[in-house]
Each structure stands twice: as structure tokens, then as C-alpha cells.
Nanobody, 123 residues
Framework: QVPLLESGGGLVQAGGSLRLSCTASGRTFSTYAMGWFRQAPGKDREFVAIINWSGESTDYADSVKGRFTISRDNAKMTMSLQMNEVKAEDTAVYYC????????????????WGQGTQVTVSS
């Protein structure tokens, strides 16, 4: 079990910045790859960003590449998503997820999900 809790969502103006955090509990956090996904109203959940267990490997969706940065602190059992230059199309519920296999997690194949945090970008 890897309980996850997101925080940091809210309302932000287009062009602004927001930082999401995901806090985990459990002693095995540092062995898991961690990812961010999002779901906009009426759309399927989509991949946003992923980071491997050590923090040395990351990957991003093309739509956020160069604007978002994923990071993690294994000592604090937290993962973050720094969102810069946000756009109206970034509006969604953002979920963090954990998985032992990097590429399976990137496909959204995970048993461990947070409850989500709403991000709304006003134009």
C-alpha cells in the first residue's frame, strides 16, 4: 500500500505558476516511480509527468514539456509538480500515482492513486 495525498491545487491566471505536491506514507516510497496525471471535464485521464525512484529519469507529455517540472524528495516522501506558464487547457483534476514499473506507470497502470486536486486556469 502506498497512500497518496495531493495538495496545492487552486485557481491561477493564465501565464502564472502553481506547485502541486504529493505526500506519501509507507516506508517503500523511495522504491516507487511516481507520476502525475490529469483529467479534464468530459475527457479521459491523461499522462502529465513521471519520475523514477531515484529522481534521475523523468518524462513529460508534449503538452507540458518545457513548462512543468517534476521532482521528488525521498527523505520527505514527497513529489512535486512545478507548473509554469499555465494555460487554460491545463485546467483539470490532477492525480498523483505510484508504481514499481516506470513504463507501466507511464501508461497509467497503477493500483495507487491519490484523490486528486483541482487546478483551474482562468484566461
Amino acid at each position: 500500500q502506498v497512500p497518496l495525498l495531493e495538495s496545492g491545487g487552486g485557481l491561477v491566471q493564465a501565464g502564472g505558476s502553481l506547485r502541486l505536491s504529493c505526500t506519501a506514507s509507507g516506508r517503500t516510497f523511495s522504491t516507487y516511480a511516481m507520476g502525475w496525471f490529469r483529467q479534464a471535464p468530459g475527457k479521459d485521464r491523461e499522462f502529465v509527468a513521471i519520475i523514477n525512484w531515484s529522481g534521475e529519469s523523468t518524462d513529460y507529455a508534449d503538452s507540458v514539456k518545457g513548462r512543468f517540472t517534476i521532482s521528488r524528495d525521498n527523505a520527505k516522501m514527497t513529489m512535486s509538480l512545478q507548473m509554469n506558464e499555465v494555460k487554460a487547457e491545463d485546467t483539470a483534476v490532477y492525480y498523483c500515482a505510484a508504481g514499481l514499473a516506470f513504463y507501466r506507470l507511464r501508461r497509467g497502470d497503477s493500483n495507487y492513486w491519490g484523490q486528486g486536486t483541482q487546478v483551474t486556469v482562468s484566461s
